[in-house]
């Protein structure tokens, strides 16, 4: 296919970076090289900050209803091309085209939903309580100039949401989206390009990712930091920022616990934890990791598992029929042998999966492990692939501690038809999301984030807007 060479998007243009350094992408369904471009120097980060600068002075200005009405014709502009831009978001990062198509038009949904709640921000009045006081409102404006980061594995999904937060709260934005699936994130700066948004509003850029969040988040310009990507990188973000006191959201990673109780629907779970568990080659920072079902529904349960996990369609993208594609990186084939490994040497027993796929591309198979003792990597680290952890449990309170006991939590799950189970697992799974029955937490109109290590604040939903704004009250007395 014709892949475009990714650029950057600085004050209202496409333009080619001017760093020495030069990006390559390469196809993961083939390992071929796709693109290789310029990265951002450092001088093309000085005219990204001047421009979000003057773009948050314009924008920020405009009515709430302007800005709608120009964010909505991009999102019109983004369902238009929705096809052209999922066949660019296969190619640079591999998921089944049926997937990116959903992620594409989610991304427009996600956008207008921000967008949307942007018209009807509301202020809050407080009454006085002193009488030359007339009124004291508690008013949300914007933060400012935002400075967003995203990662490989929902090339659309995320930029919409850093993007819909900012530019529906009346912020300009500049986003880094992973230099692999750059061009998915530029295809929507088009549409707001073609939408005519102002220029300076948005600005992409892409190089060494270190040496640009370094800039960024240390400028006077920026005044709020969003990143989703790995614990270890939030963690030196989240320093940063505090160093240089910006607001901060940090998305990162999550080793989702899935419960199934005795009485859970096991067709239904075992359905459901197949998809969820292997969208997306597991690259799902929601995605679920560890298994934990009742002792006595264990051996049905296992078997129906892995006999879905085997049945997947594994192939390129852009195969029809595919329903399961390449890791993003080769790289990632190897952490997940490393794993894999480390959890068989320790005891562990393999029930399907568990060797690269002698192909060309980064293909690793739906793998399956039962019994990973604790000191097991994968019970530790989030996997961030298509591996799932099987084990089983005798009683609730076991099942719950087991779930809690990591330092991630971000989304946890469970499976029962007992409406008391149900409420208590709402109640004492330590995660930002907790799914009864399903997998669905996550959605354009309800908050998206996790608690402990998995990262603060929210995005998506009325929450994902309210994190781009400020609080600011003005109290007004007679003269
Ligand atoms: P990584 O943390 O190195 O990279 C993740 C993203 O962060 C990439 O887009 C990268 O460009 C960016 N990044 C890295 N260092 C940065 C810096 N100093 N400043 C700004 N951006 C920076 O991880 P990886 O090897 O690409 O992916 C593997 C891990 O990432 C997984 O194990 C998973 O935990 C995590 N991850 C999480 C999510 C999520 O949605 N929470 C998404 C993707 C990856």
């Known amino acids: 296919m014709n892949y475009p060479t990714p650029c950057l998007y600085l004050d209202g243009a496409f333009v080619e970076g001017r760093s020495p350094l030069r990006v390559q992408v390469r196809n993961p369904a083939d390992g071929t090289l796709l693109a290789e471009y310029a990265g951002a120097s450092a001088a093309d980060l000085q005219d990204a900050l001047a421009a979000a600068e003057r773009g948050f002075a314009v924008w920020s200005r405009m009515l709430a209803l302007e800005r709608f009405c120009i964010i909505a014709r991009a999102t019109a502009l983004i369902r238009e091309r929705a096809e052209?831009?999922?066949?660019?978001?296969?190619?640079?990062?591999?998921?089944?085209?049926?997937?990116?198509l959903r992620e594409v038009q989610l991304a427009a949904d996600i956008i207008d939903f921000l967008a949307e709640e942007g018209k009807r921000l509301a202020a809050r009045g407080v009454p006085p309580r002193l009488a030359n006081v007339v009124s004291q409102t508690v008013m949300r404006v914007p933060v400012g100039p935002v400075a967003a980061f995203t990662p490989w594995n929902f090339p659309a999904n995320l930029p919409a949401r850093k993007l819909g937060g900012a530019l529906g709260a009346g912020c300009s934005v500049i986003i880094k989206p992973d230099e692999q699936v750059a061009a998915t994130c530029l295809e929507m700066a088009r549409a707001f390009h073609d939408a005519g948004l102002p220029k300076g509003v948005l600005g992409v850029v892409m190089g060494n990712p270190p040496e640009i969040s370094s800039t960024l988040i240390a400028s006077p310009v920026i005044a709020k930091v969003s990143f989703t990507g790995s614990v270890p990188v939030?963690?030196?973000?989240?320093?940063?920022?505090?160093?240089?006191?910006?607001?901060?959201?940090?998305?990162?990673?999550?080793h989702a616990p899935v419960i199934v109780c005795a009485d859970a629907d096991i067709a239904a779970a075992v359905k459901l934890g197949v998809q969820a568990k292997f969208r997306n080659a597991g690259q799902v920072c929601a995605s679920p990791v560890r298994f934990l079902v009742h002792r006595s529904r264990l051996d049905e349960f296992r078997e129906a598992f892995v006999t879905g996990a085997k049945a997947l369609v594994i192939g390129s993208g852009l195969d029809a029929g595919t329903q399961f594609g390449p890791l993003i990186h080769e790289r990632r084939c190897g952490q997940m042998q490393a794993m894999v490994d480390d959890a068989l040497e320790r005891g562990a027993r393999l029930l399907c999966g568990?060797?690269?796929l002698d192909r060309p591309g980064w293909f690793y198979p739906p793998t399956i492990i039962e019994g990973a003792p604790a000191e097991a990597q994968l019970q530790q680290v989030e996997p961030f692939g298509p591996i799932g952890l099987l084990d089983g449990f005798d009683s609730l309170d076991e099942a719950i501690a087991r779930a809690?006991?990591?330092?991630?939590?971000l989304a946890a799950y469970g499976f029962t038809k007992d409406l008391?189970?149900?409420?208590?697992?709402?109640?004492?799974?330590?995660?930002?999301?907790?799914?009864?029955?399903?997998?669905?937490?996550?959605?354009?109109?309800?908050?998206?984030?996790?608690?402990?290590?998995?990262?603060?604040?929210?995005?998506?939903?009325?929450?994902?807007?309210?994190?781009?704004?400020?609080?600011?009250?003005?109290?007004v007395a007679l003269p």
């Open 404 to 409: 809690n006991a990591l330092p991630y939590g």
């Open 234 to 254: 939030g963690k030196q973000l989240g320093e940063l920022a505090a160093r240089h006191m910006k607001r901060y959201t940090a998305e990162l990673g999550g």
């Open 354 to 356: 568990g060797r690269r």
């Open 84 to 100: 052209a831009i999922a066949r660019i978001l296969t190619t640079e990062q591999g998921k089944p085209l049926g997937e990116a």
């Open 420 to 475: 008391a189970t149900a409420h208590r697992l709402a109640q004492e799974l330590q995660a930002g999301m907790v799914g009864i029955n399903h997998f669905g937490v996550s959605q354009p109109e309800t908050p998206f984030g996790g608690i402990k290590d998995s990262g603060y604040g929210h995005e998506s939903g009325l929450e994902g807007l309210l994190g781009c704004t400020e609080v600011k009250l003005v109290s």
